[in-house]
């Protein structure tokens, strides 16, 4: 088969007979099928299925019980799924419309290239699909930011971001991807060596439904960015500032409240100790908790070394403070930068270590995809 056109969905029943109808007008269902890789709650498995059942075009449902990864995992599955030799990815809510895509095929083939991306921001390209100006800027300063952190896998893709692109199937290797949020198509660009071609879409409004796009997939993208940029260290660095900030905050709302910078200092730290190891489970050590300890042992040792640290740091404050008079804020600033590396290295190779030897090689080896071809220093100009 040469096509296949997956499609991830959560929560788009109506979309599905609008999107279905228009894909039968511009596919062949004798060398194209189309493939709904759902993670719904709602009856989009039944809107697709009742579709299935008059569609010209070859359509098939896979359901996720467990939905790994969110759409760009489940972009990943539709690419293990398929055999076809080519395959496209595009969204379920119509704003990627499909009237573009024997064109997007057809240029890809004509280039030989291995990806063929629908781009909003080459010549002809347009974004005003997105909802309000908020949306239109943040999207444009993510692209610019992205391109600007990969000058030279991303020299010749304007569109990183965009969700509406076609891949030679034979081109992407599947082990190498870290799926997580909404950028799949960053994921293959910057873990693969590439030819790219584009061409410009309109990316059109949304035919029925709400976007999925909140501050969440807004924090798994930065996540994102920086582990395919900087790896694992920079996600759990990402965090510790944002940790370092609230800690600040809560010292500095305590001490103008009337209470001693000391005892400011030792609740802001209890508080955010506490925050700073969730956003680390789900952001930073994610992929190995299945290979450590359980979770309570691994909230335990965390809490005991950050409150050991947080001790340690506090008569450290007060000497910078009472004898050396630099300002609470900045003492306290200092104290937790300077604890940065060894709670990394403390995290990193105790809180979450494999219980058994069958899982460090499994862990190494999970270690090393972190890592992105080219290299850093292979990547820059």
């Known amino acids: ?27 062949d ?33 896979l359901h996720r019980d467990q939905p790994v990864g969110g759409l760009s995992g489940a972009v990943i599955e539709g690419l293990r799924e398929s055999t076809s030799e080519w395959c496209l990815v595009m969204d379920g809510d119509l704003q990627h419309p499909p009237e573009m895509i024997p064109a997007l095929l057809a240029t890809a083939r004509e280039t030989q290239a291995d990806v063929a991306v629908a781009s909003r921001y080459c010549g002809g390209g347009d974004n005003t699909g997105l909802s309000g100006w908020a949306r239109r800027s943040v999207s444009s300063m993510s692209t610019s930011l992205t391109r600007a952190m990969f000058p030279r896998r991303l020299r010749h893709c304007t569109d990183p971001m965009t969700g509406f692109f076609a891949v030679r199937r034979a081109a992407v290797d599947l082990e190498r991807l870290r799926p997580r949020g909404f950028k799949i198509l960053l994921e293959i660009l910057a873990r693969h060596r590439l030819t790219i071609v584009e061409e410009p879409f309109i990316f ?161 080896r999970r270690l090393a995809a972190d890592r992105v071809w080219p290299t850093a220093n292979e990547e820059r100009t």
């Not at 499609?7 to 511009?26: H, Q, Y």
């Not at 709602?42 to 075009?57: N, R, Y």
């Not at 940029?229 to 510790?240: H, L, N, P, Q, V």
């Open 1 to 27: 088969m040469l096509l296949t056109v997956i499609i991830p969905t959560f929560n788009e029943a109506p979309n599905v007979p609008e999107l279905v109808r228009r894909l039968a007008v511009v596919l």
């Open 29 to 61: 269902p004798d060398d194209a099928e189309i493939l709904f890789v759902d993670d719904s709650t709602d009856d989009t498995p039944a809107a697709v299925l009742s579709a299935a059942e008059w569609s010209a075009v070859p359509t098939r449902l």
């Open 204 to 364: 059109a409004q949304r035919f029925a439904g709400q976007s999925k796009a909140n501050l969440a997939q807004g924090m798994r993208f930065l996540s994102q960015l920086a582990a395919l940029r900087f790896g694992r260290m920079s996600r759990f660095a990402i965090i510790g500032a944002f940790g370092a900030l609230a800690n600040l905050a809560i010292m500095a709302g305590l001490t103008v409240a009337g209470m001693h910078y000391a005892v400011a200092a030792a609740v802001a730290a209890a508080a955010t100790i506490v925050g700073n190891f969730f956003l680390q489970e789900q952001f930073v050590f994610r992929d190995l908790r299945t290979e450590s300890r359980l979770f309570w042992d691994r909230f335990g040792s965390s809490l005991a070394f950050n409150g050991t640290e947080a001790l340690i740091r506090l008569p450290l404050l007060v000497i910078m403070v009472e004898q050396l008079f630099i300002p609470s804020l900045v003492a306290q600033g200092t104290t937790i930068a300077v604890a940065f590396f060894a709670r990394f290295v403390f995290h990193a190779q105790v809180v979450y270590r494999p219980r058994g030897s069958g899982a460090v090689s499994a862990r190494l």
